[in-house]
């Protein structure tokens, strides 16, 4: 059976441990959040937040009556 625990960081398969990770993915996404503050950059696709914002500005909403559903047979 292979069994992660963790986060990951252990791989066992048939209670063989196969792989036991250092735990060191926090330092590396901090080193990497340092590195884009200093550049002034970011890793951010805004690209779906510009079409929410856009469909949501052009949008109008429409009122209509309540929906009813039958049981289906």
């Not at 950059?41 to 209509?64: C, F, M, N, R, Y």
Request: aromatic letters at 4%.
């Amino acid at each position: 059976m292979l069994h992660l625990s963790e986060s990951g960081r252990r791989l066992s398969v048939d209670g063989d441990l196969l792989v036991d990770g250092e735990r060191d993915e926090y330092a590396k996404i901090y080193r990497h959040f340092a590195t884009l503050l200093q550049a002034g950059a970011s890793t951010v696709d805004s690209v779906p937040l510009q079409l929410t914002a856009d469909i949501l500005l052009q949008g109008k909403t429409i009122h209509v009556g309540p929906i009813r559903l039958s049981k289906m047979a």
